[in-house]
């Protein structure tokens, strides 16, 4: 169950309105790594979580918070756009260039749909959707997931940080920003510590059994480009993350087999398979028929 | 530039059609974690770097290798519908549990759309699209997003290899696994070498000034659900992964401040405001709630 | 700010997992008008909302409830889930009717790609979208928009309730059901209050001059079609709901104009146009090449 | 059947052209609430109903008039863009703010995939989809539905009047305000028809049973959010509009049971559960903990 | 203008339900080659038309036309499911392989949402999109696109043709496949027309300066792949289509540029570079790293 | 397998940044008919073709060179974002005309998401998706989807040509062009072949039976509309292209059925089906009902 309280975890309202950068802005709500992303992402992997201790509540723990975030986005964003202006004509904009340069900038279905108004989309008017989150099952492939997420999240809250000069939105950020911090260090020691604890480990998945993959190309790097430098990094050579193996460093593929025949479907499939007959006596007909155009 | 040749890395034809498996097996071709994902990913990721030395080059190397992967599976997904059926009517379904079963499980759009082809959709038919890949220009981002990418691909291949009993899919799985073990471990070594060259470290992206961020809030557990094991994890207290700072735990916000009012947009919005007469009885009410918080 | 506990609103388990009916239940979650809809849609409206009063009291009031039924179903689904099957080849499927029947009607990527876990997509696999949602600003329309859902929504759940004989899912369905009856009266109440009040009347949105609006056609029903029945209707003759008009009959339109010229953009759109001097010219060589194939 | 004729039923031409409107102008054609949603939606609702008298006459009638306010909002777009410019460069919008202002504010696929012409697309240029509509199969759900389609559809031409002051797109405007208005009411007075026959009353869906929903909680309106003049409302005491209860309002929820356990998946879905000696311990602390709630 | 007549071009009525087909069948209602598709298609063809002549009637006349189908396919539909099981427990299921058949063939949200209905989406369930048609402005492109639409939309109807034996359903596909020979016919003949009157050409658009393109690569057949027998083709040798060159054959690409050195940007765009300097020091530091792990 | 090479096959790179442009480039590298369309597209047909000769080898060898087309057209629009400015607030776009009608045009997602790098979406930020291709196993359909293909990108290309004058982007642009020449002959050579060849024929699938479609209607063009010119075409009258028929022309369908009676689904599915005997009795009720508002 959640609960609701009229209150927000910072303060999120801008020194004055901005709708150039409320259209920015949507982008860490709405957007691929959004707050919604977070918010949906941690709710699904503690419903799907498979024990009741630690993990999950510190899933449903941070999962609520950043619904919290959500809101304080919601909100500024709402402030952002409370002057974006009516008229947004074509004569408007050429008369006068500064309004055209907020029109230009902003999105206008803020406008036309919501009523200067915030709305679950991102910075280009995407709308949010399921397919951004990760709920695998595997704390571990998830957990490296969140870490992401925060990690992509931050990028971008610094870098709409120098997109605006606003000191109330600044201080928002600042602190989307710190909290972002304490998220990517706490996904990544929740992670150390599942493989401390010996409850996953890489490859994940760590109990699907190893002989069940082919070993030999396990640590193999298959350098497919022609570039020369991959051969000098870390992996290319020497001990593997994973401790069970190897690294080599090869170039192009160690294994190939043939392209397999082409398929054959029932022929009510209506695909085209040409008669082999008809090929040689072709030739002639086409040539003329191309020639005639 | 890319060059094609009619080999495939390993072997991909299955011992007999399986047009339920072709169904699965659509999620690791063109699913969110599939392999048109990461052989893109990888690409965009190469696009976008910006140094030419030895990450570019392992991105290139890597990405290329995926677009084979992409047509190793769908050369496998249409052998395994080359003989998917016909007749599909509900009569048929009813004469023979047998190809109700098969037909029920299958990908209807395989057979009507494709004649017995593979697709680039997931195992739902949900188109693959581009909003799956993540390329933000910030290597160890991308990097923990890379290695994400690779351990839930073999989570899913992992459950798909339970999922038939064909040695030839099997044989393939098993190839594409131990990719996967590669892979993950590659870009866990190149993520921290990244951090070992000082080229980027936590919190991403570190070249973003710390002083910028609310520092007392960035090391914080802030509990926003009422289970108690949280506390217990090295995410409470302790060291935290970045080297920056010491984690703290605490039950809910450390800071709140009341939700700021209301929006008052332009009236030609056609926003709701009820009646003026109704509003200044409210605004002594508001004052009230807000300053009793 | 939300808060979360790890309690539920009412029991949410089945008497057993069922993963067909998981299949089917993802509907009311994640599909158009399932619980993230209504949750997100009543946040937005909100944070939109333009008064501080009792009507965003119930937004937030009504809002952070239905976040909790999203939760109750997810959990509900995971339960659901949680003896899928594995092995599901064809093979198997073919072998047993039984295991085939339940294959055949789940959504594949609940184990492929959760691990038997929920996902936040619809019974078809369609990922949750942000468009599903609607936040105008305008408060009438908005709350008919959330009687619509909460109707939509209960229609739904009502089929689902004959869709399954578990006593456990019924439980919940039978709660779900009650709650829906209780956001169909109250949005209604709340649309009846605006009107009441004064702060929003028919035709929305009342504060647009209505003498913009090109009145002569504001009451009439202009048949498109050659049904004759739509004339017995109450919509057809007498006093309109807006208190404001009488409606009229009339088979098809009381205006036309003629067509607009096409348009004439640039040339270097390339777009095409024929070149009236060659038209005739074209008619002789046409009908040579056509028949020539 | 549909027949088509050249003519319009209101004149759709702009007084000069305008791409920066036009894009603006795609919301009420290709929207979520545009031209093209009500007329598939009253279509699927005609050719789902389940009876051959004047409600499917009306959806009948009222869907092909929708289809030509397609049209009509297509041919003013294309002219609205009939002098769209074909130099865009950065350049070009350097040495001319008042171009600059102009393209900023357009849908650039209008010019590079239509040559300046209109496109099924929003505002913001995301394509219309079939999710936006809404046909139950149930009239009084599907009704409101309606009711709110045309709400929101005024709400945003309301909106863009105040964009233009092009007497030509105002014309268009006007019209369709006034259409708008019209099936406001037609829809709400064929809701109230259907109640006032018995065919159909609140809650949706009337004919199932009401002993089969959980009674106790039908009425009840559950604050789950700290704001207090929510119980101000005619939602929270009084009789409600099904005529069949009394509100109560209520702090909080009136019932909760404990989190049902995680659930356990076969272990060849490869998620994560902490290794078996910690779960032991784990088993009494949870045990305590589920207990003492 | 659209006028609607309660009358069918052909009759669309089943000899008996079939959910399992219902399914199959959304395919050419509500998929990327569906009758929504050409009607859309069409119509925003002819509203972008630059001209008022034979081509732009040709447009609204077929364009009508299809709108009926879409019609007469969503009423076939709609009786298909009329007799759709309401019971779709697992439990029924495994009692009856019959109806398990059925169940698992059809798509579960045309009970669940549309209550036995038909709805706007493909065979697999994905919404319909605007993104499926094509209105360039460009008349010999737009009727290339119109041909192949109704090229896959008549393979995809005689694949359907084979997956029933219900009479009253073929008979509808026999009426769907002759309409679709008309219209590849008439596409064609229209294509063939505008060539012949000058009016478009090859290469398309014919009225971009062609000394504006590489004309050295215009005609050359460039091998990327391994394959020898491209080298066989009419494309690859003598005239070409256009009449204004002369195919050749080569074996990989006829020129290469290195790579662009890659991008710089804004440091505060927070990318990685990595630090020259930094990189021989930190050997040493990743060897550690990797191997204490 | 797939090889890549760091070359380009031309010069791609601009004379100077010029982040308006990248923004309309991005539709040829990630829109319907961008490069990621033709490379997957080709690459799904080659993978789904039926032989192993010449046609196949013909897909293999564009589709590898379409990638190619993928990175140049990446590697350019990251070289035009360079320099892509990090301010973007409303006040820097007020105090800088100039800057405003650059961040006004851009595409501000390759700031926030990509850094100043490209990305897999069209011009106007929608993500590329797997519904943009076409691979149906027919190759006369197909190669026609292709040269329709190639001639929407073309004429895009075109346009995007006079909206820069930056010769670095001209001269790749000249090279595109050239490409696009080469591909439409190319595919329009090889449907010929298959034609001449007798593997495929008009109509298309010409392996389905025409006994089985409903001949009488197969070669008349029925108008639906009430423009005249249509019949002037040679599509009215004459040979039809496929050598089978003889064009005719009908003002309107030739053939016409009633609409089949409604549906009427079991009743749990909570569809609404007045009660005739309530019809008349509500008459009085409605009325006052409505007037009662």
Do not use: C
């Not at 260090?185 to 082919?214: H, K, M, T, Y």
């Not at 294994?255 to 072709?282: C, H, I, W």
């Amino acid at each position: 169950m959640f609960f609701h309280r009229q209150e927000l975890q910072f303060t999120s309202s801008p020194s004055k309105p901005d709708a150039v950068f409320a259209r920015r802005m949507q982008e860490v709500l709405g957007g691929q790594y959004g707050e919604i992303t977070v918010a949906m992402q941690y709710g699904f992997q503690a419903w799907n979580a498979h024990e009741p201790g630690k993990y999950r509540d510190l899933l449903f723990g941070i999962g609520a918070e950043e619904f919290g975030h959500v809101e304080m986005l919601a909100v500024m964003i709402a402030q952002l756009l409370e002057k974006a202006p009516v008229e947004q004509s074509e004569d408007a904009m050429k008369a006068d260039p500064v309004l055209a340069a907020v029109i230009g900038g902003t999105d206008v279905q803020s406008a036309i749909v919501a009523g200067a108004g915030v709305r679950p989309v991102d910075s280009n008017g995407n709308p949010w959707q399921g397919s951004y989150i990760t709920a695998s099952g595997n704390l571990l492939a998830d957990f490296t997931a969140n870490a992401n997420a925060e990690m992509q999240g931050r990028v971008q809250v610094a870098r709409l940080y120098n997109m605006t000069d606003d000191h109330g939105v600044r201080d928002l950020l600042s602190f989307l920003l710190a909290r972002d911090t304490m998220h990517q260090n706490q996904w990544i020691a929740a992670a150390a510590e599942l493989r401390a604890e010996g409850a996953e480990d890489l490859p994940v998945p760590s109990n699907f059994p190893l002989e069940n993959e082919q070993r030999d190309v396990a640590y193999q790097y298959l350098n497919f480009s022609d570039g020369k430098h991959a051969s000098e990094g870390s992996w290319a050579s020497g001990a593997t993350p994973d401790g069970k193996g190897e690294f080599s460093y090869h170039d192009g593929p160690t294994s190939t087999v043939p392209m397999p025949p082409p398929t054959q479907p029932d022929k009510r499939f209506y695909g085209t398979t040409p008669k082999p007959n008809l090929v040689e006596k072709a030739a002639g007909v086409i040539k003329d028929a191309v020639t005639s155009k």
